[in-house]
T-cell receptor, first 114, second 113 residues
C-alpha cells in the first residue's frame, strides 16, 4: 500500500470547519483513500472513503485532488468531541473474499479549542 | 446492535507470565483482525482471519504469540511468555467479507512489569 503524509497536529476552533490534509503522492489507480479517527482510549472509527470523486456523509466530506496525490478531510462544524487522532490510509479494496488489514501511520492529532 | 467486544479492558502481569485476550466480533462478520498499538503510534496488524482460517499472520511474532478462532466467531490472542516490550494496546476489529469498513473494539491495555 502507498504511504501517506499528514501533519502531526492541528488546532481548530469549535464551530469552525476543520480541514485535515493528507499527501499520498504514490497512490495507485486501484487504491482508495480511507479516513479513520481514534478518540482517546477508544478503538479507531471509520469516517469515510473515496476513490477519485468527492464524497460526503453524515460525519465528514472528503475532497480528493484530480491527480489523486492528495486529499482533505473536512469536518464542517467541529465540536469538542471531534478531538482525536485522524488517520489517512490508502489501500486496495477487494471485491469478494476478505480485505487486507489497514496500514496506519501516526496520523494528525486534531485538537478542537473551545 | 452490539459492537466488537473485547475483554479484559486492562491487564497487568509480570514478565514471563502468560496472558490471553478475547474478542467477540460483530455478528455476521466473517473477517477478524488483531492489531497492536504502541503508545503514540498507529495500530499495526498482527493477524487476519477469514472465518476460522488465518490468512495473514506474517506480522505475528510466532515464538511467543498465538491466536485462534476455532469456530469462526470469537477469537483469542495469547502471549507466552510476556516481555516488557509487549506493553501496548491490543485491538480487535471485524468486517463483513469484502466490506470496506472495519469496526474496532475498545482494546485491551496490557502492562508488563
Amino acid at each position: 500500500d502507498a504511504k501517506t503524509t499528514q501533519p502531526p497536529s492541528m488546532d481548530c476552533a469549535e464551530g469552525r470547519a476543520a480541514n485535515l490534509p493528507c499527501n499520498h503522492s504514490t497512490i495507485s489507480g486501484n487504491e482508495y483513500v480511507y479516513w479513520y479517527r481514534q478518540i482517546h482510549s477508544q478503538g479507531p472509527q471509520y469516517i469515510i472513503h473515496g476513490l477519485k470523486n468527492n464524497e460526503t456523509n453524515e460525519m465528514a466530506s472528503l475532497i480528493i485532488t484530480e491527480d489523486r496525490k492528495s486529499s482533505t478531510l473536512i469536518l464542517p462544524h467541529a465540536t469538542l468531541r471531534d478531538t482525536a487522532v485522524y488517520y489517512c490510509i490508502v489501500r486496495v479494496a477487494y471485491s469478494g473474499g476478505g480485505a487486507d488489514g489497514l496500514t496506519f501511520g501516526k496520523g494528525t492529532h486534531l485538537i478542537i479549542q473551545p | 446492535e452490539a459492537g466488537v467486544v473485547q475483554s479484559p479492558r486492562y491487564k497487568i502481569i509480570e514478565k514471563k507470565q502468560p496472558v490471553a485476550f478475547w474478542c467477540n466480533p460483530i455478528s455476521g462478520h466473517n473477517t477478524l483482525y488483531w492489531y497492536l498499538q504502541n503508545l503514540g503510534q498507529g495500530p499495526e496488524l498482527l493477524i487476519r482471519y477469514e472465518n476460522e482460517e488465518a490468512v495473514d499472520d506474517s506480522q505475528l511474532p510466532k515464538d511467543r504469540f498465538s491466536a485462534e478462532r476455532l469456530k469462526g466467531v470469537d477469537s483469542t490472542l495469547k502471549i507466552q511468555p510476556a516481555e516488557l516490550g509487549d506493553s501496548a494496546v491490543y485491538l480487535c476489529a471485524s468486517s463483513f467479507g469484502s466490506g470496506t469498513e472495519q469496526y474496532f473494539g475498545p482494546g485491551t491495555r496490557l502492562t508488563v512489569t
